[in-house]
């Protein structure tokens, strides 16, 4: 199954995204997280990306799409992946439709994860991350002590993809940029809408329920 997962930062793209590959059996794909590990690694790519990034700016289209490309030749896409990420704007969608069409593959199905912005703010604002890995959140899972992590007893810390001025500005591009893929889905009868407000596995839940009526 070849899924794409859209849905504005905080709506929890990555967390179904990984439930729905490991109950499916195929890869979850985040361009996020590719362009990340090759900045970290320091590859040429990852150099490349790291300057536009830093500069306030957005990777370009066809590279994106080259990354994607190289991505889903490799053997275990071959049953089928997860986008988490990407497409983002309708020029990517429409190069990425023409990728597909030239291996003869189609996509099965859109989920677009919907939650209202402010219940984003209000998630992602509340995130407080630890060195060691560990996640809370100051309202569903604060930790013992305040602004300390309960595993190791480090500082936590506020993520600056957190910080509620930086999540309503991506909010803003979000709604911009990404938004208009749902029409162009929408027009391919493609869209499954889901309610990402819900708790976790219900979200998961309705999300299967909606892939088993596609089958």
Do not use: W
Request: hydrophobic share 35%; charged share 30%; proline share 5%.
């Amino acid at each position: 199954m070849r899924l794409i997962l859209l849905g504005p930062p905080g709506a929890g793209k990555g967390t179904q995204a990984a439930l729905l590959s490991e109950a499916l059996g195929v890869p979850h794909i985040s361009t996020g997280d590719i362009f990340r590990r090759n900045i970290k690694e320091q590859t040429e790519l990852g150099k490349k990306v790291s300057g536009i990034l830093e500069s306030g700016g957005l990777v370009p289209d066809d590279l994106t799409c080259e990354i994607v490309r190289d991505r889903l030749n490799r053997d275990d896409c071959r049953g089928g992946f997860i986008m988490d990420g990407f497409p983002r704007t309708l020029p990517q969608a429409e190069m990425f439709e023409r990728m597909l069409d030239e291996n003869n593959q189609r996509i099965d199905a859109v989920i677009n994860i919907t939650a209202d912005d402010a219940v984003i703010v209000k998630r992602m604002s509340g995130r407080r991350m630890c060195s060691c890995g560990k996640v809370y959140h100051v309202v569903s899972h604060p930790p013992k002590k305040e602004g300390i992590c309960d595993s190791c007893g480090s500082p936590l810390y506020i993520r600056d993809d957190d910080r509620e001025e930086t999540v309503r500005s991506r909010l803003k591009t979000y709604h911009e940029q990404t938004s208009p893929l749902i029409d162009f889905y929408s027009r391919r009868g493609l869209i499954i809408e889901v309610n990402g407000d819900k708790p976790i596995e219900d979200t998961f839940e309705d999300i299967m329920a909606a892939l088993g009526r596609r089958s």
